[in-house]
Structures are given as C-alpha cells and as structure tokens.
C-alpha cells in the first residue's frame, strides 16, 4: 500500500464502466480505498458482478424443443405399454410412494 504515490490513478474497468479516484495529499491509503469502494457500490458494480456470479445460459430454443420431442416420444411409449398389459400404472404410483418413506 505504500508504493501508492499521489500521482497514481486508481481504476477499475467492469463492463465498460471506468472509476477513477485519485489520492489526496494527506490521504491514507484505507481512506482512498473505502472511497473506490463505495463509489464502485454507488454505481452498482459490486450488485451487478454478483448477480452474474451464478449466472446461466439460457437454453436455446432447439434445445428445448428436441427435449420436448424426446419426453412426447417417451411418454408414447409409456402408453402404448400401459394398454398392452405390460406396465401396470398403479404399481407404479405406489413404488413411488413406497420410495419417499
């Protein structure tokens, strides 16, 4: 902290968005910190990192879409099992059942 000269600029580049804070004569460098610091919270920097911290990627449409073909496909199949005798559908709602207990 103390290689910090009053000659230097502090800066922090995030989206675009550039704070710059210069030391005062008599300022300490805790002082000209807690200030970057603030004014990086009062333009909603810190709010916005966070937010993208556990940030996704929302699925494209043909990805949802094959997912949704795939789940139809099964779901047929899963019927046409039911009225050939294969599957009985009440045993499976009470393995289910039986499983959360």
Known sequence: MDSVRASVLQSFIMSGTRIEVRRGKNESSMALIR?????AQGLGIVREVRGRRYHERSRSKNVGHK????FQKRRAQYIELVKL???DPEARKNARKGARK
């Not at 200030?35 to 004014?39: A, D, H, Q, V």
């Open 35 to 39: 200030r970057f610091t603030r004014k």
């Open 85 to 87: 005798g294969k599957i």
């Open 67 to 70: 997912r949704a073909l795939i």
